[in-house]
């Protein structure tokens, strides 16, 4: 089995997401001109712990779930990152999604390096108690290794600020200590932050204007398909129809939505479940490979991996595409888009309002004092304007796609850090 893999896979693009980014890592490090050592250090997170967390189910089974938490690099500050609760999670990709943190956490200029956990689940089909159970497990599996001042935790893929809540009280009893700065995406009662839950959404909106401006787009009724309706997705729609923008296509896991005169977004996000699902509404769907293909301006995966690769790259439409998504396109793809002329912006310049508004989270719990709304959307917008020009500016003067770019912003502040600690 293992071997057929390996051999298929040498005919085909290549979509393990951490050989992927280990490939864009050396290129940025070797054009920065970082000895060897250096990547070796990089390409990997420095901890993995893979923990089996035992939960008592409904019906009184016990069921054995298996959890990750990876720390790419700590040498800039503590580790930050989400949790992902996903079927197909696997320990490859959270390690290449926390390597992605420490790039978002450099291009931002944050405090921090990169974290990532996951948990192989499916949270659709279990109860209020039990996700709290695993939840809960999860914390009690990884509590040795993760702390305010470690690694802090933060919503991802089907978790929410409910999971982050419970997350919190279990750190809290067992450090016998309140640990509001112990996780980010918490609910504003418990510490949470004003701007926390939109923050993603606003990052990727600011990107999109940017980029369109670059591009000489005109933002008020500019046709825009966005892959995926949850947080991130359905927070977006929101602001691209209050921005004028004419949100033609949606999706969820199950079915996609296309209509050229405009979606009636309002009722979509009133219809829409707490998993982003909304398509099983609706007769008139297309799917997810059929949306990606459809006409538009700009185009924004919103959902998951690999979603544009080589095979449907030469069938996209839009002119810009800002990645919502952690690792939509391949690195195939990034090289055929901007060959086409295609403006890219990257996931881990595009999706990093969300750790932004969670550095700002734990900048207020520690301080315990709070900003209002405002507050967190000015700074937000000083930081994603800067960080985009700065990563443009750099694809610009060295003649690189975007993607390269934001690696080499990204990167550079880790490097520097374990180079002045003496570990390379
Ligand atoms: P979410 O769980 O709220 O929503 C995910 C959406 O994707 C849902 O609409 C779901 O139906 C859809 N989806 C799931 N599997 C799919 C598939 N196979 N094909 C098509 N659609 C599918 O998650 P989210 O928080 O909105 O995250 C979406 C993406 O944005 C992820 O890649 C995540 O890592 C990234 N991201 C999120 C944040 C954040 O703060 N929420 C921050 C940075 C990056």
Not at 137 to 163: C, E, H, L
Request: with cysteine.
């Amino acid at each position: 089995m293992g071997e057929k893999h390996e051999e298929s896979n040498q005919t085909m693009e290549n979509l393990n997401v951490l050989q992927s980014t280990q490939a864009v890592i050396r290129e940025a490090l070797d054009k920065l001109g970082y000895p060897e050592s250096v990547y070796e250090l990089m390409k990997e997170p420095l901890r993995m712990l893979t923990v089996r967390i035992p939960v008592r189910m409904d019906d009184e089974s016990v069921k054995i779930f298996t959890g990750f938490r990876a720390q790419h690099n700590d040498a800039v500050g503590p580790t930050k990152g989400g949790i992902r609760f996903h079927p197909d999670v696997t320990e490859d990709e959270v390690k290449a999604l926390s390597i992605w943190m420490s790039l978002k956490s450099g291009i931002v200029d944050l405090p921090y390096g990169g974290g990532k956990g996951g948990i192989i689940c499916d949270p659709r089909e279990m109860s209020f108690r039990e996700l709290e159970r695993l939840s809960r497990g999860y914390v009690r599996a990884v509590s040795q290794i993760v702390g305010p001042s470690k690694d802090i935790p933060a919503p991802d893929v089907f978790t929410n600020s409910q999971i982050m809540a419970w997350m919190m009280d279990e750190y809290s009893r067992i450090k016998e200590f309140d640990s509001p700065g112990f996780i980010t995406g918490k609910p504003l009662v418990l510490g949470g932050s004003h701007g926390r839950e939109t923050a993603t959404a606003k990052g990727v909106t600011i990107c999109i204007r940017e980029a369109a401006k670059k591009k000489g787009i005109e933002l008020k009724g500019a046709r825009v398909i966005i892959q995926g309706f949850g947080n991130a997705g359905s927070f977006l729609a929101k602001f691209m129809h209050d921005a004028g923008a004419n949100v033609i296509g949606i999706s969820d896991a199950y079915a996609a939505l296309y209509d050229p005169n405009g979606l009636d977004i309002e009722y979509l996000l009133d219809r829409r479940d707490s998993f982003g699902t909304v398509t099983k509404l609706f007769k008139n769907t297309i799917t997810n490979a059929e949306l990606l293909e459809s006409e538009c301006d700009i185009l924004v995966p919103a959902a998951i991996e690999n979603q544009i690769t080589a095979k449907n790259a030469h069938q996209i439409k839009a002119d810009i595409i800002v990645e919502a998504a952690n690792g939509p396109t391949t690195n195939e793809a990034t090289k055929i888009l901007t060959e086409r002329g295609v403006l890219i912006v990257p996931d881990v310049l595009a999706s990093a309002g969300g750790v932004t508004v969670s550095y700002f989270e734990w900048v207020q719990n520690n301080q315990g004092y709070y900003w209002s709304e405002e507050e967190v959307e000015r700074k937000l917008e000083d930081i994603l304007v800067k960080s985009f020009e700065n990563v443009y500016q750099t694809a610009k003067s060295r003649k690189i796609d975007m993607r390269l770019a934001a690696y080499m912003v990204g990167v550079r502040k880790a490097a520097e850090a374990s180079r002045f600690r003496g570990w390379v």
